[in-house]
């Protein structure tokens, strides 16, 4: 991905935030940006071009895959939207 110039950007669960095993590697990666909201759920959302992962980590999780450029763009908003509330 760096290669490319693409940088991932990652909202964590507040309660994760301090968690060295899960978001380490994140927080000190240049080409990640992370931020917390604080929100408890087990789901992500994942999005990349005109593709939608949806993922539900259940004891089995569960993936919903949506190809949709209406779609995508859809989530890319909520996404800014979480984005720009969520903490540092």
């Given at each position: 991905?760096?290669?490319?110039?693409?940088?991932t950007?990652?909202?964590f669960?507040?309660?994760?935030?301090g968690?060295?095993?899960?978001?380490?590697f994140?927080?000190?990666s240049?080409?990640h940006?992370?931020?917390?909201l604080?929100n408890?759920?087990?789901?992500?959302?994942?999005?990349?071009?005109n593709?939608?992962?949806?993922?539900?980590?259940?004891?089995?999780?569960?993936?919903?895959?949506?190809?949709?450029?209406?779609?995508?763009?859809?989530?890319?908003?909520f996404?800014?939207?979480l984005w720009?509330i969520?903490?540092?």
């Open positions: 991905m760096q290669k490319k110039g693409f940088k950007r990652i909202i669960n507040e309660n994760l935030r968690h060295k095993d899960r978001t380490g994140y927080e000190t240049k080409v940006e992370v931020r917390y604080n408890d759920t087990f789901a992500e959302i994942n999005f990349y071009k593709v939608v992962l949806f993922i539900l980590l259940l004891r089995k999780p569960l993936v919903i895959r949506i190809t949709s450029r209406e779609a995508a763009d859809s989530c890319k908003k996404f800014d939207t720009g969520a903490k540092e």
